[in-house]
């Protein structure tokens, strides 16, 4: 008796996490541009962190920039986002998919970092090997005496 009514406990609470908390709207951003979105949200609110002066003397404001970059208001995206975080494995997915993006791309920027610091180290080599060359003296020749 006592695990059916455990049963029925679990089976009305997986009924209940099913349930639909807000409706789909209608102008809902896609997941695919979501992910995107919250990427260059991401990017951009590191930027601000770093270099908030650049960013107001060239008078940005960062969020006003993604949203018209992706052609979206602010209103459209809270609405998009609330109803993807009323579905938990849907934004878990969206989120997921944007720290690996990003990942990737902080992997690949520094790759391209080793890449250009190996240029500037083998740049620098080269130039101090350069003004070595030229504060060596070149060794007196010796001049031939004949008989």
Do not use: H
């Not at 404001?61 to 052609?71: I, L, S």
């Not at 920027?109 to 101090?128: P, V």
């Amino acid at each position: 008796m006592k695990s059916f009514r455990i049963a029925i406990l679990v089976v009305l609470f997986l009924a209940a996490c099913g349930e639909k908390l807000i409706e789909k709207p209608e102008n809902l951003i896609p997941k695919d541009k979501m992910v995107l979105i919250l990427q260059e949200m991401a990017l951009i609110n590191a930027a601000k962190g770093v270099n908030l002066g650049i960013l107001k003397d060239n008078g940005v404001e960062p969020t006003t920039y993604v949203f018209e970059k992706f052609g979206i208001d602010s209103a459209q995206f809270v609405i998009s986002d609330r109803y993807y975080a009323s579905l938990p494995a849907e934004y878990e997915t969206i989120y997921i998919e944007v720290e690996a993006s990003l990942e990737a791309k902080r992997i690949a920027l520094e790759q391209e970092k080793k890449i250009t610091d190996s240029l500037k180290l083998l740049e620098s080599k080269r130039n101090k090997e350069g003004v070595l060359d030229s504060l060596k003296t070149k060794p007196a020749t010796v001049k031939e005496s004949r008989p």
